[in-house]
């Protein structure tokens, strides 16, 4: 399911589809979950540079899966 949920998260992106919050919530949390966080942080990356504002929850469970993958310095301030 993460593979799915970044290839659609990528496609739309390409498309010039900047998604809300909510829908965007759901590619994340399913990439995140898989820890795939180098696929999360690219797609996070490419949403940004087109406008996309985050919210809170999005960094706290991308800090949190950098953390339980052993990759805890990139999630400290």
Known sequence: ????AGALSRKLGEGGY??????F????TCLLKGLDVN???GMLDRFIEQGAKLGFSIYLELIETLYK???GMEGDP
């Open 25 to 28: 919530n759901i590619p994340v």
């Open 39 to 41: 696929e999360t942080c």
């Open 1 to 4: 399911m993460p593979r799915e």
């Open 69 to 71: 993958a052993g990759r």
């Open 18 to 23: 900047l998604p809300d919050i909510s829908t």
